[in-house]
Antibody, heavy 121, light 106 residues
């Protein structure tokens, strides 16, 4: 069975950073890109970025450039998403999701359970 | 950026009804379109990819069609378990989601 298991909920103050982890299992970690998607309370889905587990290179949505960094650890099959300069509008559930093919041009077939990040003073 | 627009925003139908949701792209995306189902408190679930390919495990009452800029998701016979929000997503150029369609039982 293929799983993506994310780290637990976080509460952060404005201006702080948060790092969310996403541990993959049940497949060859380097065979599929991993994406990050967020969902603010009661809102829709917003794509944040993609990481290639082979080389670790990432591409981010314009909105998050300069604030988000994604990394990976191939020894533990884990991807990390670091979001800085947090503001209240960043309060959301953050999901990691796997590409459904070896191509970067893919839909997302496996999702993590989500990590709630609350930004509040 | 490619914008995705879904209609309707909310849909109310009876069990057994045929239900159709439309998704329009602001420019051509060929067939690089997916549909997801999301239930409250859960992660989205992939139903359809490449506009019309049914994801393994998705019920056969779900089908997708379209290409270019106009796409549809059809539920052939609405079931109580289909109550959810449905999102389209383009992956022709980066990744963008529609705003969602909430499906309710009448």
């Amino acid at each position: 069975q293929v799983y993506l298991v994310q780290s637990g909920a976080e509460v952060k103050k404005p201006g702080a950073s948060v790092k969310v982890s996403c541990k993959a299992s049940g497949y060859t970690f380097t065979s599929r890109y991993i994406h990050w998607v967020r969902q603010a309370p009661g809102q829709g889905l917003e794509w944040m970025g993609i990481i290639n587990p082979i080389g670790g290179n990432s591409t981010y949505a314009q909105k998050f450039l300069g604030r988000v960094t994604t990394t990976r650890d191939t020894s533990t099959s884990t991807v990390y998403m670091d979001l800085g300069s947090l503001r209240s509008e960043d309060t959301a559930v953050y999901y990691c999701a796997r590409a459904n093919s070896r191509s970067s041009r893919s839909a997302f077939d496996i999702w993590g359970q989500g990590t709630m990040v609350t930004v509040s003073s | 950026d490619i914008q995705m627009t879904q209609s309707p925003s909310t849909l109310s139908a009876s069990v057994g009804d045929r239900v159709t949701i439309t998704c329009r792209a602001s420019q051509s995306i060929s067939s690089w379109l997916a549909w997801y189902q999301q239930k409250p408190g859960k992660a989205p679930k992939l139903l359809i990819y490449k506009a019309s390919s049914l994801q393994d495990g998705a019920p056969s009452r779900f089908s997708g069609s379209g290409s270019g800029t106009e796409f549809t998701l059809t539920i052939s016979s609405l079931q109580p378990d289909d109550i959810a929000i449905y999102y389209c997503q383009q992956y022709n150029s980066y990744w963008t989601f529609g705003q969602g369609t909430k499906v309710e039982i009448k």
